[in-house]
C-alpha cells in the first residue's frame, strides 16, 4: 500500500520568514495530495492540495509542489503569522471513487514565534 | 463544505466494554470513511463504510474489532469493542462530496479514552 512520509516532525519560524514542509510517496498510482492544517484540539481542516497533472499550485501566501517523477511533494507558507501555528499533515490517494481514502504523513508541528 | 455531527465528543470508558460513535451527514453520501488519530500522532484509515454493503477494512483493522454499520445514505456507527487502553484515540468519520469533488471533510472527532 502507500506509505508517505513528511519531514520535518517540528518546524519553528520567526513571525514573516517562510516554512517549508516535504513529503515522499510510494505508491506511483497516487494523483491526488491534500495538505490539512490541524488546530489543537480541531479537526483537519483543508489548505490546499494538487493533482498530478499540475505541477504548482498557489493560494495566496501558500503554494504546494509536485515533483511526480521523484514522487515528492511540498507545502510552502509564505510570510507565516502566528495563527499559522498549527500541526500540518501531508496526504495522499488514488483518487477517483477514492478521494477520500487518504494516507497521511506523520506530521508537522508548525510554531511561528511573533 | 459538508456538515458532519459525531457523537459523543468525548467519553471515557471501562476496558473489556464497547462504544458506538456515531456519524451524521447533512447530504447523502456514496462512501464514509472511519479514521484514527493515536495521541499526538497522524491519521490512519479504519475502514471505508458503503451503504448497502460490508464495509471495507484496511491492513490492521478488523470487523469484529470495529463492526460499521451503514443504514443509509447519511449515517454510519463505528463500535469499537472489547476496548484496552491501548483504543485511546480520537476516531473521526470523513466524506468527500459528491461526485466531481475531492475534498474530504472530517467530522469534530471522538476522543476516546479506556481506563
Known amino acids: 500500500g502507500e506509505n508517505v512520509e513528511q519531514h520535518p516532525s517540528t518546524l519553528s519560524v520567526q513571525e514573516g520568514d517562510s516554512a517549508v514542509i516535504k513529503c515522499t510517496y510510494s505508491?506511483?498510482?497516487?494523483?491526488?495530495f491534500p495538505w490539512y492544517k490541524q488546530e489543537l484540539g480541531k479537526r483537519p481542516q483543508l489548505i490546499i492540495d494538487i493533482r498530478s497533472n499540475v505541477g504548482e499550485k498557489k493560494d495566496q501566501r501558500i503554494a504546494v509542489t509536485l515533483n511526480k517523477t521523484a514522487k515528492h511533494f511540498s507545502l510552502h507558507i509564505t510570510e507565516t503569522q502566528p495563527e499559522d501555528s498549527a500541526v500540518y499533515f501531508c496526504a495522499a490517494s488514488i483518487g477517483g471513487t477514492s478521494y477520500g481514502k487518504l494516507t497521511f504523513g506523520q506530521g508537522t508541528i508548525l510554531t511561528v514565534h511573533p | 463544505s459538508a456538515v458532519i455531527s459525531q457523537k459523543p465528543s468525548r467519553d471515557i470508558c471501562q476496558r473489556g466494554t464497547s462504544l458506538t460513535i456515531q456519524c451524521q451527514v447533512d447530504s447523502q453520501v456514496t462512501m464514509m470513511f472511519w479514521y484514527r488519530q493515536q495521541p499526538g500522532q497522524s491519521l490512519t484509515l479504519i475502514a471505508t463504510a458503503n451503504q448497502g454493503s460490508e464495509a471495507t477494512y484496511e491492513s490492521g483493522f478488523v470487523i469484529d474489532k470495529f463492526p460499521i454499520s451503514r443504514p443509509n445514505l447519511t449515517f454510519s456507527t463505528l463500535t469499537v469493542s472489547n476496548m484496552s487502553p491501548e483504543d485511546s484515540s480520537i476516531y473521526l468519520c470523513s466524506v468527500v462530496r459528491p461526485p466531481g469533488d475531492t475534498e474530504a471533510f472530517f467530522g469534530q472527532g471522538t476522543r476516546l479514552t479506556v481506563v
Open positions: 505508491d506511483s498510482a497516487s494523483n491526488y
